[in-house]
Antibody, heavy 121, light 111 residues
């Protein structure tokens, strides 16, 4: 079965950096686009970033564009989110999510349990 | 302010039918992009309920159904059960933003 395990969350000061990882198993990672989605405390889901199955195309929400970078290594079945210039409003539970299919790649059909990012001085 | 607008809360008694609306615009639903729905229970990972407006992934009961028309969409839940109490989110693609967008979420309470 599909398994997505996020790691790398923690406490970071404003302006700092953090790199999140997502280890994927149970499916052919190299065939699926992937997403990062976050949920701030008491708030709803917010899409953060998308990467095509081969890494050739990436997309970001306006709130993180220019500060966050999504990447993947299909040989290691791993997805990353490099987060720089972190702000208080970036504090959230970050989910790694697998795209449903090549036809429905903006839909996520499997999600990890999330990794918590806290931004505080 | 979310790009997709959902009511903050809905409620219904066990066995009843409820609907959750999701209103978009000409840059998402009106541009032909599909709506997808997720169920999010506290402490759990979100779960895909409906994709491509009306399709249910395997394992999702047929009590859940979706529809879309022009710039609005709806999720219907029939035969309400206590375990349906959760937050529900609609999601689509927005061409103005060149990315995915979620609704603000709707909390379903089973009375």
């Amino acid at each position: 079965q599909v398994q997505l395990v996020e790691s790398g969350g923690g406490v970071v000061q404003p302006g700092g950096s953090l790199r999140l990882s997502c280890a994927a198993s149970g499916f052919t990672f190299s065939s699926f686009a992937m997403h990062w989605v976050r949920q701030a405390p008491g708030k709803g889901l917010e899409w953060v970033a998308f990467i095509r199955y081969d890494g050739s195309s990436k997309s970001y929400s306006d709130s993180v564009k220019g500060r966050f970078t999504i990447s993947r290594d299909n040989s290691q079945n791993t997805l990353w989110l490099q987060m720089d210039s972190l702000r208080a409003e970036d504090a959230a539970l970050y989910y790694c999510a697998k795209a449903h299919s090549s036809s429905w790649y903006w839909t996520a059909d499997s999600w990890g349990q999330g990794t918590l990012v806290t931004v505080s001085s | 302010q979310s790009v997709l607008t959902q009511p903050p809360s809905v409620s219904g008694a066990p066995g009843q039918r409820v609907t959750i609306s999701c209103t978009g615009s000409s840059s998402n639903f009106g541009a032909g992009y599909d709506v997808h729905w997720y169920q999010h229970l506290p402490g759990a990972a979100p779960k895909l309920l409906i994709y491509g407006n009306t399709n249910r992934p395997s394992g999702v009961p047929d009590r859940f159904s979706g529809s879309k028309s022009d710039t609005s969409a709806s999720l219907a839940i029939t035969g309400l059960q206590a375990e349906d109490e959760a937050d529900y989110y609609c999601q689509s693609y927005d061409r103005s933003l060149s990315g995915s967008v979620f609704g603000g979420g709707t909390k379903l309470t089973v009375l």
